[in-house]
Every structure is written in C-alpha cells, then in structure tokens.
C-alpha cells in the first residue's frame, strides 16, 4: 500500500522558513508528479506546488511564487517544500500527493495523499 509521509511542519514568526518534507513508501516519486497542497479552516483545499515526472518542471500557485520551491531528491525518494518569507496567510495544514495521471494543479487528479502537517505563521 502506497503511503506519503509529511514532516517539517510547525509554528513560525512572519518572514520566517521552514522546510516540509514527504517521504514515499511503495511508490518512486521519480515517475511521478508529486504536489503540494493546503487547506486552511473553513476553505477548500489549494494547489500551492508540484514537479513533473521526468523533467522536474515546477508550477506554483501564484502568491508563493518567489518564496517557495518544491524540489525531489531521487537517491532519497524524499519530495520538499521550502518555504521562505512565510506570511500568516500562509497557516493551513500542508499535504502532499502524488499522481501518475496528467494534470497536476487539481487535487481530483492526485491518486495518492499525505496525513498532512500543520503550518501556522505568526503575525
């Protein structure tokens, strides 16, 4: 059974980083696009990043752009997410995913989630 593990989460002041990591078992995020996504209480889940199979392009939803990057350690089958200059906006519970299908800013086309991790950014 394909499982993700994300770690890495926690509390941190504005302007502040932290690094969210997610581990794979049963799956090799090399042939697979992995995505990070979060939700905040009372809001839908959103695409905040992913990197493609093969290529390792990268795509970021539009407020983190500049601040975080997504990266995949192969040799580690570790999937991270930087994220620099957090901002309070910024609080929700990350998850990553990972999908083998095409199309990667949609949750629908993730086949496989993370527990999740807390992020809250103090003002």
């Known amino acids: 059974q394909v499982k993700l593990v994300e770690s890495g989460g926690g509390l941190v002041q504005a302007g502040g980083s932290l690094r969210l990591s997610c581990a794979a078992s049963?799956?090799?995020?090399?042939?697979?696009?992995a995505g990070w996504f979060r939700q905040a209480p009372g809001k839908e889940r959103e695409f905040v990043a992913a990197?493609?199979?093969?290529?390792?392009?990268?795509n970021y939803r539009d407020s983190v752009k500049g601040r975080f990057t997504i990266s995949r350690v192969n040799a580690q089958n570790t999937v991270y997410l930087q994220m620099d200059n957090l901002k309070p906006e910024d609080t929700a519970v990350y998850y990553c995913?990972?999908?083998?299908?095409?199309?990667?800013?949609?949750?629908?086309?993730?086949?496989?989630w993370g527990q999740g991790t807390q992020v809250t950014v103090s003002s």
């Open positions: 995913a990972a999908t083998l299908k095409p199309g990667w800013t949609s949750a629908n086309a993730y086949d496989y």
């Open positions: 049963r799956l090799t995020f090399s042939i697979v696009n």
């Open positions: 990197i493609s199979r093969g290529t390792s392009d990268t």
